[in-house]
Each structure stands twice: as structure tokens, then as C-alpha cells.
């Protein structure tokens, strides 16, 4: 799987805790059935954000 580098190079300066909680977010993002794909990229990009702080 290619992912951006630069969120690569993030994801590897955080503790296992921070990435634990991270996925843990992710997990609960995805299996909210309510959730429709435009909510769920959008809930995706701000815990990115939030997490490995990446601003465009």
C-alpha cells in the first residue's frame, strides 16, 4: 500500500500508544454504519490532521 510519504514519515515519530488510539479512531470511524463516504473521508482527514497535523 502507497500512502503519502510525508504521512509515512509522521506516523513513524508517534509512540504505539498514539498510534494505537489512532487506528482505534479509524476502526470506529469505518464501522459506524451511519456514517456515508463523504462523512467518513472527512472524519478521516481531520483525525489526520489532529494526529499527524499535515496542512496542505
Known amino acids: 500500500m502507497s500512502t503519502h ?3 509515512e514519515k509522521h506516523i ?3 509512540t504505539d500508544e498514539e498510534k494505537n488510539d ?3 479512531h479509524i476502526y470506529l ?3 459506524n ?3 456515508s463516504d463523504l ?3 472527512a472524519k478521516i ?3 489526520v490532521d489532529r494526529y499527524i ?3 496542505k
Open 29 to 31: 470511524i469505518l464501522n
Open 5 to 7: 510519504p510525508e504521512l
Open 53 to 55: 497535523d499535515i496542512k
Open 39 to 41: 462523512i467518513i473521508r
Open 45 to 47: 482527514r481531520e483525525l
Open 22 to 24: 489512532f487506528i482505534k
Open 12 to 14: 513513524a515519530t508517534l
Open 33 to 35: 454504519r451511519s456514517n
